[in-house]
């Protein structure tokens, strides 16, 4: 359905993309020998949209956001509710780490429409709790929470979005 980015977005302006494909073979024989059959792709293997906006083949990219972020926040919020039940029944690294992770993705989903972060605090709590659960993986927490809180701080002002795995900087919570 078009360029999607790894964060989820889609891209839908009209551009033009050029790539050039190169396949190594083994083989030392010539093409023609090889009984492999070329591809070429010309101007006229596309079809030229000149008017985008006009266009009945192309769907603009935002009918699709609110569909497609909706059913990512329902399975979010599905797995949340599957994890504070765990949680319930028995205090797990596991349990707490994942929801952490699934509410800043809530969290992330949810900014993009409201601009408001529901969990942090309870994130911040989560990794706090990780750092003494966890004394190993003490210092990966740590940098989770800095980077939370790196996002409550500076960036709710500011359209951009931190990745939450990015850091390899400690710092202390």
């Known amino acids: 359905m078009g360029i999607v980015s790894s964060n989820g977005y889609q891209y839908g302006d ?3 993309i050029a790539f050039k494909l190169c396949v190594q073979t083994a083989s030392t024989k010539p093409v023609e020998e090889q009984g492999g059959k070329l591809t070429s792709w010309k101007d006229n293997n596309f079809p030229k949209i000149d008017h985008f906006e006009d266009s ?4 603009s990219v935002d009918l699709h956001i609110p569909t497609t972020s909706y059913w990512c926040m329902k399975a979010i919020e599905e797995e949340i509710t599957n994890f504070r039940d765990l949680l319930s029944e028995d205090e797990c690294k596991i349990g ?3 929801l952490a ?3 800043t993705a809530l969290d992330l989903l949810t900014h993009q429409h409201d601009k408001r972060k529901n969990h942090t605090e309870k994130v911040l709590k989560l990794y706090t709790d990780l750092v003494e659960l966890d004394s190993t993986h003490s210092l990966y927490y740590k940098d989770e929470h800095s980077l939370v809180l790196l996002q409550q701080n500076s960036f709710d002002d500011i359209d951009l979005p931190l ?3 990015v850091s390899k ?4 919570p």
């Open 14 to 16: 009209p551009s033009q």
């Open 101 to 103: 992770r699934l509410l």
């Open 96 to 98: 707490k780490l994942s």
């Open 56 to 59: 009945d083949s192309i769907i």
């Open 163 to 165: 990745e939450p795995s």
């Open 169 to 172: 900087t400690s710092f202390a």
